[in-house]
């Protein structure tokens, strides 16, 4: 809850940033968005939906494997017979070619995950991890390609052109690896290839966050802080409140500098708390005093008007 304080004068470095404080962007509930759902397939089986169960389209249980650092390829491959997400990590003990080999024999007593998938499986995977449906666009215009090439395959397939016993999943690892073409965020087959498919594009997400499928990521939090108390009333502070306005009428008596400041800032979190109560803001790399403070210390005879809309404050005004 609250808002990042930025700090506007002519002594601020860089770009200002300026915030409709009537139609502030709040981050999801995470308890509500992320908690595990009960779903039913077509079939009347109950399953367990997660983001996780979503991606893989397994359980949402990741097995910890360190293969070759700590378990046997026996047990990863009994893993991945079962229908379950398995580690696969070679740590920094073990180089390139002991991993390719433990890939190898995990290989021979498994089935390729590519191997394992039906037509419309490949494509709900391709579609869902490659396509930002809520921008409208694909990740890459070769991802594009490579999924209406598929299709294509696809489309021959059921139509009779190709031969019945013909690779389609040799057909998918060959068009994924052409010249040109942007790696498919998912490892399609564990083969020779896997320190290719798992680390060639391994930094895409950071470039483009709006495509991380379901928007797993970390939110930020611009204003951190306990639910403030209600601020008793300063002596000598007159207060008249509207609809539309809040009006402080200061007299020769003037209240303590905290005393005022916390009147002024209200028990609510929103952007008014957040600019008089920080004692610091940053500005380039250094913590500065918040000047903002410093603007609104009480003076003889001081008003200061807060504007509401609907029940909020848009503005802060001090005359006098």
């Known amino acids: 809850m609250g808002v990042r304080v930025i700090v506007i004068g002519e002594r601020g470095k860089g770009d200002a940033e300026l915030y409709d ?27 367990l939906d997660t983001p996780f169960s979503r991606l893989l389209g ?19 491959s009994a893993v ?42 490949t494509v709900l995977r391709m579609v869902r991890l490659m396509y930002v449906a809520h921008e409208n666009r694909w990740i890459d215009i070769s991802l594009r390609n490579l999924t209406g090439d598929w299709m294509r395959r696809i489309e021959e397939r059921f ?17 994924s690896q052409r010249r040109g073409q942007k790696p498919v965020p ?10 290719v498919w798992f680390k060639k594009d391994s930094l895409w997400a950071a470039e483009d966050v709006e495509a991380v499928f379901d928007q797993d990521i970390i939110p930020s939090i611009d204003f951190l802080a306990p639910q403030p108390r209600a ?14 306005e809040i009006t402080y009428q200061l007299g020769k008596s003037l209240p303590t500098n905290p005393a005022w400041l916390s009147c002024l800032a209200g028990s609510q979190l929103n952007w008014l708390g957040a600019l008089v109560r920080s004692t610091s803001v940053i500005q380039g790399s250094s913590y500065i005093s918040n000047p903002i403070r410093r603007l609104f210390y009480p003076r003889p005879h001081e008003k200061v008007v807060i504007s509401l809309s609907n029940g909020q404050p848009t503005s802060i005004t001090a005359y006098g």
């Not at 139509?159 to 068009?175: Q, T």
């Not at 998912?186 to 320190?195: N, Q, R």
């Not at 601020?231 to 539309?244: E, L, S």
Request: proline content about 6%; glycine content about 8%; aromatic content about 8%.
């Open 58 to 76: 397994k359980p949402p249980i990741m097995v910890p494997g360190m293969t070759p650092s700590t378990v046997q390829a026996g047990f990863v």
């Open 231 to 244: 601020a008793r009333v300063p002596a000598g502070v007159k207060i008249t409140t509207t609809d539309k």
């Open 21 to 47: 404080s009537r139609a502030i962007q709040r981050e999801d509930n995470w308890s509500e968005k992320f908690a595990p759902r009960l779903i039913k397939s077509r079939d009347g089986t109950i399953h």
């Open 186 to 195: 998912f490892i399609p087959v564990l083969d020779v290839s896997f320190e």
């Open 159 to 175: 139509a009779g052109v190709i031969a019945p016993l013909s690779d389609d999943s040799g057909y998918f690892l060959a068009i």
């Open 80 to 121: 991945l017979d079962a229908g379950y997400h398995v580690e696969l990590a070679g740590g920094g003990h073990y180089n390139a070619n002991a991993l390719r080999a433990k890939v190898i024999e995990i290989q021979a007593c498994s089935v390729a995950e590519l191997r394992d998938m039906t037509y419309e499986e």
